[in-house]
Structures are given as structure tokens and as C-alpha cells.
């Protein structure tokens, strides 16, 4: 299987080479909204990269309308992370340092606070600006407050009452002091447990204009955590609506984009003919070639979409542009794709290493494990483009070589000889190679193991694991869990578009 999805790949690495360098991996929604309009637009298809007619001549949108579909879409993405990231959180805004917009934010707020101090610093004080930045603090204040906090309501609204402020400011009664401490108080009885070291700092500050910009500070902290919250409030809701929304949400997008399901087509129809042409590879008698070719069985659709995801396991992200329908979920599929790439590299140098040591050594479970970390932490940087896997294979196999030597001498066994060490450094270096014969099994085992648990249903307790896998068992069981249920949740929103395409590919 691992050999079909290769050649796939490449052959369509050769077709888009050219126009599809500009399709990087980007987060869904953990970033700017700048950056996931960026991805829509690299998604989006153009008659250079697809190799087939449109489904439907180009349209013309106005501005309005190209508003409202971006809106529509980070809306549908931002409810998608929450359904699918569990840790999903919102988080502070941090501008980058040196950058034109913190210089901007930086200057602005200083002449801000400088004018308040002016202000506060002349005789009789002026309390014009301290007035609204308590109608602000009183109105952030309120909006942390659940339903049921009448008392603490009353308080803010009896303390923080503007009208009565502005008296006392005209007739120099004004404490900005008694106010300050009360909203700190106030900030204790409501902030997250995470927030109390913060608050507690905030009364050590002995200046009005200082102490005031750190309630805001810790006030935009607070707004942080109050959303979280209500994230992880809405979350279980979310789950029970997300696939009607969703699936509602991409279907106005396809009603102003038509073309939003042409790399879908194009995704789909390549998983259909690799499986009708292995079927017929298999139903073929040696040495028919390709007589009665044209008698091979109908793929089951739901063969076909499960093929298609796996697919996108050995996407080639650089060259290709994602299919529209998993375009939220691309940093996920790529960060699986590198952890079934690490594991195969893994499991091919555990077996390379429990075949050509002694023969009882890889029982011994405490040296499996140690050698299974040793190999995982060499392998840990392969996301970086700096990293180097022959290099690293190299250090990995003179690490290899000094731990089974030690464990066969803690043994008492035979130590190891010059010879079998020249030739274990040889065969895990040569793991380097996408086609080397012991990395292309490990691959194949595999993914048929992720194919046959995304057949058997998620409900289902996890299918044996493949010969040779089962130093790695409990890393590939974690990947098959997260692979199958972003598979299945994918499935529930878009399976009545894929049926439809499949209906027409098969007509």
C-alpha cells in the first residue's frame, strides 16, 4: 500500500511542481486571521494546478460578499478547533518585538499615560481621563460577573457610580485611592486562581498612574481567562451542533465558490483508481498483463474514502495543494505524518537491532525501553529543516552498538564482535533511505494497521499489531486513536459530498 501512495504523490509532485510553491503548512486557527485567509487562498484552485476542467465557469464576487464568505469560514474554523483541539485556548496578543505595530502601541500608550499623569499632577487635579478609565474598569468588571452575582453587581455599580464620581471630582471630595483599592479587591474576588500573584502585586503599587496601568494589564489577562471559560462552557454544546454548522457554513461557501471541491474531486478520484488498478494487479493471473483489465470489481466507497485519508499521511504539503474539505485539519494531518514518519524510522532500527543481537536480548524489557528513548530523543528534531536523518542515524547506531554491548556483558553473553557492529551501523544507517527494503515494511505494516482499525469502526477495541511492530505498539495505538477520530468526525460533515463525487466517478 505504502508503494501506491508513494508513486501518487510523486507523479503529482511533477504535475503542480511549478505553480504550488507557495502552499506552505500554517495552523488553522491559532494565529492571525490574516494567516488563515492566507491558507484559503492558497487552497483555492486556479487552471494551472488542477489538471481537469472546473466544475462551474468563475464568478464574480463583490468586496461585501468576499467579506462575508472569509467571515463565514473563520467562523466555521474557529468552532472546528474548538470541537477538535481539546487544548484549544485563547491567548493573549503579543506583537512581534521591533516590529511597526508594537512601536505604534508602544508610543500611543505612553503619550496616554503621560497625559493622564499631567492631568492628576495639576492643581486642582483633573479628572477627566481617570473618569472614563473607570467607566472602562467598571464595565470590564461587570462583564466577568455570572448571572447569579447580584451582591457583587450592586457593589460595582453602588462604588463605581460615574455620575457620583464626577461630583466629587468638581468639588475636589474625589478619593482615586479608596477607588483603586476597592477594584483591586474586586479583581482578587473574581480573577482565575492563576491570577492571584498577579492581583496581589497590584497593592504593592503605591502611584495612581502606575497602579492604573497595571489593573488594565491584569484586567486584559483576566479577559482571557473569561473567554477559556466560556469556551470550555460551550465546548460540549459546540460538539452537538458543530457537524449541522459545519456542514452548513461550507455549504454557503459552496454556493458563492462552486469550484470549493475540485482538489476534493481530484483527492478522490486518485484514491478510486489506485484501488481499482491494485485490484486488478491482484485479480490478474502472472503474465496476463493487462488483458481483461477492464473487468476489475467496483471499489467499495467507503473503501475509497478510507484510502484517500490515509493518503493524506504521505502528502507531499509543499508541492500540493490540500483538499478543501481537510484544510482545517492540515497542521494536524501533517503533525501525524511526521509522527508515523518517526516511527517508522523507530521501529525499522529496533528491528534492524533485535535481529542482529543476541537472541534473548530483546526480551528483556527494561533494555527495550531504554534503547526505544535513546533512538526517540536522536530522532525528536526531524521536524526541523536543519536536521539531517543520516547524520543522526549515524550517531544512533554507534549509541545502539555501546548499549547492546553493555547489556550483553551485564548478560554474560558473547560480546559483541567488530564485524556484527560494522554491519548493525551499516544496515541502520542505510534506514536513511526512503527504499530501503526494512523501512518500506514497517511503513506498509503500518499503515495497513491504520487502514484496518479505521475499517473496523473506532468503537471497536484496537486490531493486532503487525510483526515487528511491537517495540512501538503503544506510540502507534496513541497515532491510530487521534488519526481514526479526526478521520470520523471529518467523515460526519463531508461523507454526503464524497458520496456524491464517488456516485459520479463510478457513473
Known amino acids: 500500500m505504502s508503494e501506491n501512495l508513494d508513486k501518487s504523490n510523486v507523479n503529482e509532485a511533477g504535475k503542480s511542481k511549478s505553480n504550488d510553491s507557495e502552499q506552505r503548512p500554517e495552523d488553522a486557527v491559532e494565529g492571525s486571521e490574516e494567516a488563515l485567509q492566507k491558507k484559503i487562498k492558497a487552497g483555492s484552485p486556479s487552471p494551472q494546478r488542477v489538471q481537469r476542467p472546473h466544475s462551474s465557469p468563475p464568478q464574480f464576487v463583490t468586496v461585501e460578499e468576499l467579506q462575508e464568505t472569509a467571515k463565514g469560514v473563520t467562523n466555521m474554523a474557529l468552532a472546528h478547533e474548538i470541537v477538535v483541539n481539546g487544548d484549544f485556548q485563547i491567548k493573549p496578543v503579543e506583537l512581534p518585538e521591533g516590529s511597526l505595530q508594537k512601536r505604534v502601541k508602544e508610543i500611543v500608550h505612553k503619550a496616554f499615560w503621560d497625559c493622564l499623569s499631567v492631568q492628576l499632577s495639576e492643581d486642582p487635579p483633573t479628572y477627566d481621563h ?11 468588571l461587570l462583564s466577568f460577573l455570572l448571572p447569579g452575582h ?10 463605581l457610580d460615574l455620575d457620583l464620581i464626577k461630583q466629587e471630582a468638581e468639588n ?34 503605591k502611584e495612581i498612574v502606575p497602579l492604573f496601568r497595571a489593573i488594565f494589564s491584569v484586567l486584559d489577562l ?14 460540549p454544546h459546540l460538539m452537538q451542533q458543530s457537524v449541522e454548522y459545519e456542514r452548513k457554513k461550507f455549504q454557503e461557501l459552496l454556493e458563492k465558490q462552486p469550484n470549493s471541491l475540485d482538489f476534493v474531486t481530484q483527492w478522490l478520484e486518485e484514491a478510486s483508481y489506485d484501488l481499482i488498478n491494485q485490484k486488478r494487479k491482484h485479480a490478474l493471473p502472472a503474465g496476463e498483463g493487462a488483458a481483461g483489465s477492464g473487468d476489475a470489481p467496483r471499489p467499495n466507497p467507503v473503501a475509497v474514502q478510507n484510502y484517500a485519508y490515509l493518503k493524506l499521511l504521505k502528502w507531499d504539503h ?46 528483556q524489557a527494561d533494555f527495550a525501553e531504554k534503547l526505544k528513548m535513546i533512538v526517540k530523543i536522536l530522532l525528536t528534531d526531524m521536524h526541523l529543516p536543519s536536521f539531517h536523518l543520516r547524520d543522526a542515524l549515524t550517531t544512533i547506531g554507534e549509541k545502539v552498538c555501546l548499549e547492546v554491548s553493555s547489556c550483553l556483558s551485564l548478560c554474560g553473553s558473547s560480546p559483541f564482535s567488530t564485524d556484527k557492529e560494522t554491519a548493525l551501523k551499516g544496515q541502520i544507517q542505510a534506514v536513511a533511505s526512503p527504499d530501503d527494503p526494512i523501512r518500506r515494511i514497517m511503513e506498509s ?10 475499517a473496523s469502526g473506532h468503537q471497536k477495541p484496537l486490531p493486532a499489531v503487525p510483526g515487528g511492530l511491537g517495540p512501538v505498539h503503544r506510540e502507534l495505538e496513541e497515532v491510530a486513536i487521534k488519526f481514526v477520530r479526526l478521520v470520523n468526525y471529518n467523515k460526519m460533515v463531508f461523507c454526503p ?3 456524491a463525487i464517488l456516485r459520479k466517478i463510478f457513473i
Open 130 to 140: 481617570a473618569i472614563k478609565l473607570l467607566g472602562e474598569i467598571k464595565e470590564t
Open 150 to 159: 447580584t451582591r457583587l453587581r450592586n457593589q460595582i455599580i453602588e462604588v
Open 172 to 205: 475636589g471630595a474625589l478619593d482615586i485611592s479608596t477607588l483603586a483599592e476597592f477594584i483591586t479587591g474586586m479583581m482578587g474576588t473574581l480573577c482565575a486562581p492563576a491570577r492571584d500573584e498577579e492581583v496581589k502585586k497590584l497593592k504593592d503599587i
Open 222 to 235: 483576566m479577559k482571557v481567562d473569561m473567554a477559556n471559560f466560556a469556551v470550555s462552557s460551550i465546548r
Open 318 to 363: 509543499g508541492q500540493r495543494p490540500f483538499p478543501e474539505t481537510v484544510l482545517m485539519d492540515q497542521s494536524r494531518f501533517q503533525e501525524l505524518q511526521l509522527q508515523l514518519e518517526q516511527l517508522t524510522i523507530l521501529g525499522a532500527v529496533l528491528l534492524i537491532t533485535f535481529s542482529m543481537a543476541a537472541p534473548g536480548i530483546s526480551t
Open 445 to 454: 505494516r503500518i499503515l495497513t494497521f491504520l487502514e484496518t482499525y479505521l
Open 497 to 499: 459530498y464524497y458520496d
